[in-house]
């Protein structure tokens, strides 16, 4: 018996549970962005409103040019809206400072669909960046980057450049450097965009043991298998959120 407030869904036979009033972690309200080009004006994003829980995968689809990057951007702190208002780990956006909106941006992880690796830099150089810029000490980096690319099969390569590696494993470690920081939520844009089907698979499920072990998750994508893996899907077209769904189960 679930008591009232409580917010359930299901995934991978796992029930689970999050108190809906005291956990709404992004809360977005009325969300609006208008670009202004000269006499142009574009309405990207037209009012939206949602909620995500701590520990949710949220998928967000659409057609192109309905708004999937502009509100990944506003979220990832990179852009800000025109109209509405967003809370963000339990922070209210328009209220943070720079200095408040560079401390929370380092709770934040990005992946999209080109690696977009520092071709000067080895493989392990690139996933320990996001650590030198943390002030991380030096050890303790090496622990943390040399774990996460033996877990993702990558340690026979750590001083490899990147235009030495595959597509797929450039993107392996673009997740590698996204999650490297341990961020609380990850935002990605069509992360297996460029991946063959092989490759796809093995990122996505990247994406969900990241998941599965509590970190949260919001990911644009045009792809139907990829939403399937996510809680529950966003539906934007032309700025405007027209529905949302439970993921249906498509991938294996
Ligand atoms: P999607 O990610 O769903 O393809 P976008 O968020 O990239 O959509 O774009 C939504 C709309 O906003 C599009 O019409 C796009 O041309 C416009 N847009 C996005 N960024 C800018 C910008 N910097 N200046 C002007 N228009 C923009």
């Keep these: 018996m679930i008591p009232d407030g409580l917010l359930l869904w299901h995934k991978d036979g796992i029930a689970y549970v999050m108190n809906e009033k005291t956990n709404a972690w992004i809360q977005v309200r009325e969300l609006s962005r208008t670009f202004t080009n000269g006499e142009v004006e574009t309405r990207a994003l037209r009012g939206i409103t949602f909620e995500m829980v701590p520990g949710e995968f949220l998928a967000v689809t659409g057609p192109s040019g309905g708004g999937k ?4 951007h506003i979220l990832g702190l990179r852009d800000r809206g025109t109209g509405g208002s967003v809370r963000l780990l339990d922070r209210e956006l328009a209220t943070l400072g720079n200095r408040e909106r560079t401390l929370l941006r380092r709770k934040l992880g990005c992946i999209d669909q080109n690696a977009g690796l520092v ?10 960046l996001p650590l030198v810029f943390l002030g991380m ?22 001083h490899h450049r990147p ?3 595959s597509g797929g494993q450039q993107q392996r470690i673009a997740f590698a450097r996204a999650i490297a920081s341990r961020p609380e939520l990850l935002l990605a844009d069509e992360p297996t965009g460029n991946l063959d089907s092989a490759n796809r698979v093995l990122l996505m499920d990247l994406l969900s043991d990241f998941n599965r072990q509590g970190g949260s998750i919001v990911m644009v994508t045009h792809s139907a298998k990829d939403a399937s893996y996510a809680h529950r899907i966003l539906h ?4 405007s959120l027209l529905s949302e769904n439970q993921a249906q189960h498509l991938h294996p």
């Design 137 to 158: 000490k030096r050890k303790e980096r090496r622990k943390r980057v040399e774990e996460l690319l033996d877990r993702l099969k990558l340690s026979h390569r750590l």
């Design 163 to 165: 235009a030495q590696l």
């Design 119 to 128: 071709g000067e830099l080895s493989v392990y150089e690139n996933v320990e």
């Design 69 to 72: 990057s502009t509100l990944l």
């Design 236 to 239: 934007l077209n032309d700025g």
